[in-house]
């Protein structure tokens, strides 16, 4: 974690759980203990460019409309 952000308590990490694993979520990611968060099965793109999940096909696809080099 960045040293500009405060330690979490165990309340505020147990609350942040809670409300993760109740957050709506892909079917196709899992939940990951460490990172207290559901994590896609294909790592986002690096590449700068906006991206969203297309769940019927478990893969990022490019941001509608978002100018492409």
Do not use: C
């Not at 309340?11 to 460490?34: M, P, Y």
């Not at 986002?44 to 509608?64: C, N």
């Amino acid at each position: 974690m960045p040293d500009e952000y405060p330690a979490l308590t165990e309340a505020e990490i147990a609350a942040n759980k809670v409300l993760a694993q109740n957050a709506t979520h892909h079917a196709s990611w899992q939940w990951n203990e460490a990172a207290v968060s559901y994590i896609p099965p294909i790592a986002y793109p690096s590449d700068g460019l906006p991206y969203l999940w297309d769940e019927a096909t478990t893969a990022w696809v490019p941001f509608p409309g978002f100018p492409r080099s």
